[in-house]
């Protein structure tokens, strides 16, 4: 158990559709990453926080969007889904400066 | 930009060595790190070496990192079939809570 908790683990809706990913560090830990994975894809990074601040942008779309609580939780927010956001999200959070990413179980998100 | 780049699958018999290979571009990289995915789950720390280390061996992994040639190699001694798994290696850069970039990931199929 890496200590990241993501919610929900599955998620199906239909094209058009707004969600949200959450996601819980693991204690202590201030920065939280979000990686894409589609399927027979590597993980494209999207977004980063670090203390409820935005940190760096990676592949993110305009339609999805961020944010990282003051309790450290963050949310991924995916809007006007297409069939192609279909894939899975993981949020993956990082003590120390240098110190590797502890991954979620991550939320398999698919659109119909 | 940074480039991080993997063979996509190995086949190893059961009982012999794997060794799964990574190179990346970015001679500021620090921290190199190897994370296993089985079919459904996170990505999970296996190990992880700094730029200024030749080697690190943990039971039954090896990683070798030549920092001229900027290769990276993660040997499996004694492969099991629970070892069939996609991997990742990773690097990122020292200080301010950097990006970490991904490979495309090694798919390993132990046969039996």
């Known amino acids: 158990d890496s200590g990241v908790t993501q919610t929900p683990k599955h998620l199906i809706t239909a094209t058009g559709q707004r969600v949200t990913l959450r996601c819980s560090p693991r204690s202590g830990d201030l920065s939280v990453y979000w990686y894409q994975q589609s399927l027979d894809q590597g993980l494209q990074f999207l977004i980063q926080?670090?203390?409820?601040?935005?940190?760096a942008k990676g592949n993110i779309l305009e339609r999805f969007s961020a944010q990282q609580f003051p309790d450290l939780h963050s949310e991924l927010n995916l809007s006007s889904l297409e069939l192609g956001d279909s894939a899975l999200y993981f949020c993956?959070?990082?003590?120390?400066?240098?110190?590797?990413?502890?991954f979620g179980n991550g939320t398999r998100l698919t659109v119909t | 930009g940074e480039d991080v780049e993997q063979s996509l699958f190995l086949s190893v018999r059961e009982g012999d060595s794997s060794v799964i290979n990574c190179t990346y571009t970015d001679s500021s990289s620090t921290y190199l790190y190897w994370y296993k995915q089985e079919p459904g789950a996170g990505l999970q720390l296996l190990t992880y070496?700094?730029?200024?280390?030749d080697m690190k061996q943990d039971q039954r992994l090896t990683v070798l990192l030549n920092k001229k040639d900027k290769h990276l190699s993660l040997r499996i001694a004694d492969t099991q079939t629970g070892d069939s798994a996609i991997y990742f290696c990773?690097?990122?850069?020292?200080?301010?809570?950097?990006?970490?970039?991904f490979g495309t990931g090694t798919k390993l199929q132990v046969i039996p």
């Open positions: 990773a690097e990122t850069a020292r200080g301010g809570y950097q990006k970490v970039t």
């Open positions: 070496i700094f730029s200024n280390m």
């Open positions: 993956a959070s990082r003590g120390g400066d240098n110190s590797p990413l502890h």
């Open positions: 926080y670090y203390n409820g601040e935005e940190r």
